[in-house]
């Protein structure tokens, strides 16, 4: 072999090494810049419905429900509308943190669907609480907590005159379902839950997945006519197939939970708890199984409200969060998956006391 030329030497000996060391730096500072969340909150319709009360004019019963999806109630919409509920869970989250609307500087609104089309449910939520700040909302399913949780990350990273963000997620599936359909409308439940993050160092890593999956999960609305449209249209209810769904949720939440978990050099032991978007206690239980993880680590509120889409994670860290489950330090994984097929996780420390 060959001399190395002197200046290939100085690349690799001189220049290399500080070049690494600088990536290495800038790596380690764009990771401290992260985020923590530091209020919780959520609010739910008033009318309770029992499974009992289903079977009085639906072909099911408390047996078939409690057994395949271990949903026992739901709080369902009546006479609210869901920006009232939004309105109220970013007002608990507020109180939480400690900190008022005025101090927020962007609102993420996660939301499948409400009666307005325009404008968004975070301009309407905006208003009510009195904040000034710019607002979005997202529609990732029910998966848009997560989602929502990434893109606030990354508003921290990027900008920075940003401190506080609000993240709420509103949402009504049974207004989608037909409710003469026993397969759909028995999961689904309305509700509202927000959290309140700013600049820290608890959350650690996230994993979002995306992959175009319509069939077994979908909903079309009837769009206004123009003297224009020649294509057949058709509108309905949601339509889902239970058993594909099941499958891909176990599949996705799993590959998601491992890449923040193994990605970030912990075992599935090193996790206190899992936080799983309550769809159907089977899913949740084929996940741990999967895990081989404790049932304590996989606290669930299912059985008091069923599937409330991308509500349900905010709303189950917001009662862990109340009722002192959760101590300062613990390691959390949360999981979604929904239409779409959307599909995330993160892990973070949680950093409240
Ligand atoms: N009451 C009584 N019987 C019922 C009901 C009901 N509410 N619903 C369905 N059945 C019947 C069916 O008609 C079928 O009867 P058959 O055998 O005579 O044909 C039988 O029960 C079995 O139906 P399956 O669909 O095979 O039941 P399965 O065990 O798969 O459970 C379920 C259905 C609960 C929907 C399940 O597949 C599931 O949870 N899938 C995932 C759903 C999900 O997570 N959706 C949301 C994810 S995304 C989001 O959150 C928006």
């Given at each position: 072999m060959?001399?190395?030329?002197?200046?290939?030497?100085t690349?690799?000996?001189?220049?290399?090494?500080?070049?690494?060391?600088?990536?290495?730096?800038?790596?380690?500072?764009?990771k401290?810049?992260?985020?923590?969340?530091?209020?919780?909150?959520?609010?739910?319709?008033?009318?309770?419905?029992?499974?009992d009360?289903?079977?009085?004019?639906?072909?099911?019963?408390?047996?078939?429900?409690?057994?395949?999806?271990?949903?026992?109630?739901?709080?369902?919409?009546?006479?609210?509308?869901?920006?009232?509920?939004?309105?109220?869970?970013?007002?608990?989250?507020?109180?939480?943190?400690?900190?008022?609307?005025?101090?927020?500087?962007?609102?993420?609104?996660?939301?499948?669907?409400?009666e307005?089309?325009?404008?968004?449910?975070?301009?309407?939520?905006?208003g009510?609480?009195g904040?000034t700040c710019?607002?979005?909302?997202?529609?990732?399913?029910c998966?848009?907590f997560i989602?929502a949780?990434?893109?606030?990350?990354?508003?921290?990273?990027s900008?920075?005159?940003i401190?506080?963000?609000?993240?709420?997620?509103?949402?009504?599936?049974?207004r989608?379902?037909?409710?003469?359909?026993r397969?759909?409308?028995?999961?689904?439940?309305d509700?509202?839950g927000?959290?309140?993050?700013?600049?820290?160092?608890?959350?650690?890593?996230f994993?979002?997945?995306?992959?175009?999956?319509?069939?077994?999960?979908?909903?079309?609305?009837?769009?206004?006519?123009?003297?224009?449209?020649?294509?057949?249209?058709f509108?309905?209810?949601?339509?889902?197939?239970?058993?594909?769904?099941?499958?891909?949720?176990?599949?996705?939440?799993?590959?998601d939970?491992?890449?923040?978990?193994?990605?970030?050099?912990?075992t599935?032991?090193?996790?206190?708890?899992?936080?799983?978007?309550?769809?159907?206690?089977?899913?949740?239980?084929?996940?741990?199984?999967s895990?081989?993880?404790?049932?304590?680590?996989?606290?669930?509120?299912?059985?008091?409200?069923?599937?409330?889409?991308?509500a349900?994670?905010?709303?189950?860290?917001d009662?862990?969060?109340?009722?002192?489950t959760l101590?300062?330090?613990?390691?959390?994984?949360?999981?979604?998956?929904?239409?779409g097929?959307?599909?995330g996780?993160?892990?973070?420390?949680w950093?409240k006391?």
């Open positions: 060959g001399r190395i030329p002197p200046h290939i030497a690349v690799t000996t001189i220049i290399l090494p500080i070049v690494c060391t600088q990536i290495h730096l800038l790596t380690k500072l764009i401290i810049i992260k985020m923590n969340i530091i209020g919780t909150g959520r609010a739910h319709p008033s009318l309770t419905v029992a499974n009360m289903l079977s009085t004019f639906l072909d099911t019963s408390d047996e078939w429900i409690t057994t395949r999806t271990g949903i026992k109630q739901r709080q369902l919409i009546s006479h609210e509308k869901l920006e009232d509920l939004a309105a109220e869970a970013c007002k608990n989250a507020l109180q939480d943190a400690g900190i008022s609307a005025e101090d927020l500087d962007f609102i993420i609104c996660s939301n499948v669907v409400n307005h089309i325009t404008p968004s449910l975070s301009c309407i939520v905006q009510m609480i904040a710019p607002c979005f909302d997202l529609n990732s399913a998966a848009g989602y949780l990434d893109i606030a990350n990354s508003f921290f990273k900008k920075s005159d401190n506080h963000i609000l993240v709420v997620c509103a949402e009504e599936p049974t989608m379902c037909d409710w003469q359909e397969s759909t409308c028995v999961l689904f439940g509700g509202a927000a959290a309140v993050l700013t600049r820290g160092d608890g959350v650690e890593a994993s979002l997945s995306s992959f175009s999956s319509v069939e077994p999960l979908y909903q079309i609305r009837n769009l206004e006519k123009t003297p224009f449209i020649t294509k057949k249209e509108g309905g209810p949601l339509v889902m197939k239970g058993q594909d769904v099941f499958k891909l949720a176990v599949k996705s939440s799993l590959n939970i491992q890449k923040v978990v193994e990605g970030n050099g912990l599935y032991d090193d996790v206190d708890y899992y936080l799983l978007h309550q769809a159907n206690i089977r899913i949740i239980e084929t996940i741990r199984k895990l081989h993880q404790d049932k304590v680590k996989f606290p669930h509120n299912i059985e008091n409200y069923g599937n409330t889409s991308s349900s994670l905010p709303i189950l860290l009662e862990l969060n109340r009722n002192q101590n300062c330090g613990d390691t959390i994984v949360l999981s979604a998956f929904g239409a097929f959307t599909a996780a993160c892990l973070l420390k950093s006391n």
